[in-house]
């Protein structure tokens, strides 16, 4: 809840109590509820008393106290609202309803709450934390200076190193803690969590298991080891830790039902993304960038570039993702200045010096060198970290069209044969690239064959021309021939008929030395009969007679 991004609740006004506040002391049973961490168990148990008539300010106190550890940060807001119209209660009141104010999203108010409790180490971590909040760096060092060498400012202090992407920092201050405090299990958890952060998916889920040995009923570090899970395994693993969480929680513990329903819709890859995702954006960070691939998945570029358009990038994942939508929607509208945003959101990214070594970081560059057309520098990177995405079909499919374009036409064939799916293979791009490695590995018939399968388009006259082209380059001239002759006859230019006209002699050239079969002669003047053009029978009446000489039947 430290990332919340917008407030879950308006202000409300505080009504007045008129229960009795005369101080007497709770039954002994809270303590063993508080003890348990059964804020369940003391909620009802204050609430009894309340309704009871003995709701006096120590009841009223522990039952905000309560409220605020089961995660009812509303009703704990309420709560404090109404302890403050009691006379002369204490001021520090003042800063657990900031407190609650903080962890609703309502920083303005947090802030001025917070101003008015007493100058202590509580009021300095919540105005420390409101600074990071409202992206003011000169108060943040402020309050950083006032912090202490006690735990709950270090560990404070740890938490504003995680929210700002400084994971070791904040995992260094952790260890120290814990080698001081080992009964402090939950700090495990933050350790963990920076793990993951830093892609270290088996040494988080090795240190998790410390605290899950002890608390295996943890809905946070469940969450957590169900997302280790995803990344070392697959969705179904991580699903499956997930199993039977929903009944541990209690139906107020909002914020981790909003998390796992979040969480779910990844592990299960996007299913019911439109329906759980969009109540979450600014709640959970992640919502918004996970409906953002949801949307490039399935190629709804528009509104992948909406929902980010007015986003000011703080992570590396919200870098990345600012570049992918830029360059989808770059190439899609054939747009130079989004292609150019793209590759300096890649160049930051991979050029930083947090991520250079990592494999998104190498993947960006790689993008940033793909969007300048470098394919050696491409190729490098890409080399690097090809051993992680063997069978990745995104991958492989960039990989090939780097080795196509840097002339390695061998391994670029055999790469795009690897790839597995329908629509990359039904693309443009993908069909070019393929005719083109085949031409150029002397497989001709092959590339012919793709463009068989193909219905007549615009695409398919674009590839008509590449095989034409490419064929004709390469000496591959009885292909050249069949292409640019179904290339005059669906667009009569004179360059197609000039094309046609040379590969055609380019065939029978070849027959003459006896590089190419003598039966291509019959198929080459039936293509130059499909031609008005006084050229055509001077051309015909030629290999006639040379076929005529050499006993050919054509």
Not at 20 to 42: C, H, Q, W
Request: charged letters at 25%.
């Amino acid at each position: 809840m430290l990332s919340r991004a917008k407030p879950a609740v308006a202000p409300s006004n505080p009504t007045p109590v008129l229960d009795s506040f005369e101080a007497k002391k709770m039954v002994p049973k809270l303590e063993t509820y508080i003890n348990n961490r059964d804020y369940v168990g003391a909620v009802t148990l204050l609430e009894f008393t309340k309704a009871s008539g003995n709701g006096n300010m120590e009841n009223m106190m522990w039952l905000g106290y309560s409220l605020f550890h089961l995660g009812d940060y509303k009703k704990a807001m309420d709560t404090y609202q109404a302890v403050l119209l009691i006379e002369n209660c204490d001021s520090l009141v003042h800063l657990y309803l900031a407190c609650c104010y903080f962890f609703l999203g309502m920083y303005r108010e947090a802030d001025e709450e917070a101003q008015r409790g007493p100058t202590c180490k509580l009021q300095n971590r919540l105005l420390f934390h409101l600074s990071h909040k409202f992206n003011d760096e000169k108060r943040l060092m402020g309050y950083h200076q006032n912090l202490q060498d006690v735990i709950e400012d270090q560990l404070s202090l740890a938490s504003i190193h995680y929210l700002r992407s400084h994971y070791q920092e904040a995992i260094d201050i952790y260890k120290r803690i814990l080698l001081e405090n080992r009964d402090f299990l939950a700090i495990n958890v933050y350790v963990a969590m920076c793990y993951y952060k830093l892609d270290y998916y088996d040494v988080s889920q090795e240190v998790l298991s410390v605290y899950l040995g002890a608390y295996p009923d943890s809905v946070i570090a469940t969450n957590l080891k169900a997302c280790n899970h995803f990344r070392l395994y697959n969705g179904k693993a991580a699903e499956t830790e997930l199993k039977g969480l929903s009944e541990k929680m209690s139906h107020n513990f909002q914020f981790a039902e909003d998390l796992i329903k979040h969480n779910l819709v990844v592990f299960k890859n996007g299913e019911g993304a439109l329906q759980v995702l969009p109540p979450l954006i600014d709640v959970i960070p992640e919502a918004r960038l996970n409906l953002v691939i949801y949307h490039l998945r399935n190629d709804d570029i528009v509104s992948a570039f909406n929902l980010m358009k007015d986003v000011e990038p703080s992570t590396p994942q919200e870098y990345i993702l600012k570049g992918i939508v830029n360059a989808s929607l770059g190439q899609e509208q054939e747009s130079r200045e989004h292609l150019k945003i793209a590759q300096q959101y890649f160049q930051l990214v991979g050029g930083s010096a947090s991520e250079c070594d990592t494999i998104p970081g190498r993947q960006c560059m790689a993008s940033c060198f793909f969007l300048l057309k470098q394919f050696d520098d491409v190729l490098i990177y890409l080399n690097s970290i090809k051993g992680y995405f063997y069978n990745d079909d995104t991958f492989n499919y960039n990989y090939a069209q780097a080795k196509v374009a840097t002339g390695a036409f061998e391994e670029g064939e055999e790469i795009l044969l690897t790839i597995q799916s329908e629509k990359f293979k039904n693309e443009n791009a993908y069909l070019s690239h393929l005719a083109r490695c085949y031409i150029m590995n002397k497989k001709p018939r092959l590339a012919w064959e793709l463009y068989l399968k193909m219905e007549t388009s615009s695409e398919s006259f674009s590839l008509l021309q590449l095989i034409a082209n490419d064929c004709y380059k390469t000496s591959h001239f009885y292909y050249a021939a069949k292409a640019f002759d179904v290339l005059e006859r669906l667009d009569p230019n004179p360059e197609f008929w000039e094309g046609k006209r040379g590969a055609c002699v380019g065939v029978f050239k070849q027959v003459i030395n006896s590089e190419e079969s003598k039966e291509y002669l019959r198929d080459v003047i039936s293509m130059l009969r499909n031609t008005s053009n006084p050229q055509v029978e001077y051309i015909i009446r030629v290999m006639k007679k040379y076929s005529k000489e050499n006993r050919i039947s054509i």
